[in-house]
């Protein structure tokens, strides 16, 4: 599986204010998504990545091109989907895509052909001609995954994709968004505040605070969601203790002030746990049943509750 | 079975760098001003002025045949270059062309800012310059085809009704003179007009704003010149400026007696902080929403 964006100890400053505090990213081919509160250098990481912005230290790499020196073919084969309304007040939609087809590089004709075929796609086949000023916010959010796809992007970032939806418009966007990332050897960036729709649609999480990586990994290793997740503070030898854990399949990490965090897969027994500890001869001094969703990853990762 | 029932498909072709970056921004410029009614009101209307200096070549070759008309008043419609430099620098054509700035420029800049599509084209490989070439050479189409254009037809028509070149040989300067005048009427316009379409988010404001610096400074330059009767007050006066360099350009006497230089330099100033604003508006969108 290939790398599509590579970054080291990447360092952005607006002005006094550090906005990104040395990123170290290897993201690897599918869905990805980019969590962090505000604040936490999202925004910025996307703009480093679309070159935008010049990271102050560090290098980096987008489908293999360098972010510093070869910005044109990065833009070239990158679609973006803005967080902002976007139009361009007295086209229609298949003028617009198309306009931004041929500003990618496609020739005048298949960008007007292409721009017909994702605004199908896209939903907006009925509405195509309309002017883009009387859309509603639900199609102008369509339009701008329409325009993002229009050239047949490598990689696609898309910035709070379903923000201003209602349900079933953020349903029907997400399927589209699964349907190019999963099938379509697309790769995806998602950045957006609802968890649930990253859950959805991508299966590698990167959680930002603060301008540093805080999470990253796979959502499915990261949650352990067949795993029961307690915090756990002994007595005596845990070497023993934690090999026992291992044994019986629990994952087991060694935290801050000796604190162990035990994910323990669902078939099994709390009990399972006590028996252990007596076989390993230590005392259980601190027991308690920890984060097991996205949610409890992600507060616990930026460190609110 | 339909394009969203197939599910998303690939584009077979290649994407290639293009020679020329900016021409769809131009041509999508021009194709917007048209599509409004007082835009080709004001555009149409703003070649009276070529029309009729069109007229007055013919005329000046046919002269006996229009005594009737022209009652003995036959020196206004010399063709030499006195009648070249009334023709650029008279203030209705300057007036229209504001005009024009104001009707098709003026929205160039404030509402991709408005409407966030700036991101859209940085996104897209392109760099900065491309795009403001792009917004710019909209300007420079209307521009053009309000000095340039109509000051080469009028050198052709003059050949063409003269059946000779000796209007040349006498002057085989003035088509340069044109372009080079051309140029810096529509240099100038350009970096004014896209300066002022990046200070706002709002056209109409814009709009005013393109309308008001032009005639305040006119306005001003009035007030100054009656008051304390110099006339380097000239400088202050946007219109005088081009003015002047239509008088430098086509070898005339200039309407006041500043050197041509000052209101060069002045334009140029102009240009400058133009390019200045432009480069950290640009940026300044990119970097902070």
Known sequence: MGTIVSLKNIHFSYGRVQALGGIDLDLAEGATGLLGPNGAGKSTLLRILLGFLAPQRGEGRVLNYDIRLELPQIRRYVGYMPEDDCLIPGMDAVTFTAYFGELSGMPRQEAMKRAHDVLFYAGLGESRYRLLETYSAGMKQRLKLAQAIVHDPKLLFLDEPTSNLDPQGRQEILELIKDISSRKDIQVLICSHILSDIESVCSYVVILNKGRVAAQGRISELKQLKFRLYEVKIKGEAEGFIDRLKNIGCRVDEAEDKLLKVYMPAEREISDFFRLAVEANVQIRHFVRSQTTLEDLFAKAVGVD | MTVREKGYTHWDGELKPTRHPWWPITRLGVKLAFKKKYFKFIYFGAFVPAFAFLVGIYISERIEDFQWMVRGSTKILEVNPRFFNYYFSNDFLLFMMVMILLASGAGLISDDLK?????????????????????????????????????????????????????????????????????????????????????????????????????????????????????????????????????????????????????????????????IVLRRKIKGVEVVK
């Open chain 2, 115 to 275: 409407y966030n599509s700036l991101q859209l084209y940085l996104a897209r490989p392109l760099q900065k310059k491309d795009y403001l070439v792009g917004k710019a050479a909209v300007l420079v189409f209307f521009l053009f085809s309000l000095t340039i254009l109509p000051g080469l037809v009028f050198i052709v028509f003059k050949l063409l009704f003269a059946g000779n070149f000796s209007f040349l040989s006498s002057y085989p300067w003035l088509p340069l003179a044109v372009v080079g005048y051309s140029l810096v009427v529509t240099a100038f316009f350009c970096f004014y007009t896209l300066l002022l379409s990046s200070l706002s988010k709002n056209k109409r404001y814009v709009s005013i704003l393109i309308f008001a610096v032009y005639l305040f400074s006119d306005i001003l330059h009035g007030f100054f010149y009656e008051n304390f009767k110099q006339p380097a007050f000239a400088l202050i006066s946007l219109k005088a400026n081009l003015q002047q360099m239509g008088a430098f350009f086509f070898r005339q006497k200039p309407a006041y007696p500043v050197a041509w230089y000052l209101s060069l330099l002045i334009l140029i100033v102009i240009c400058l902080v133009a390019a």
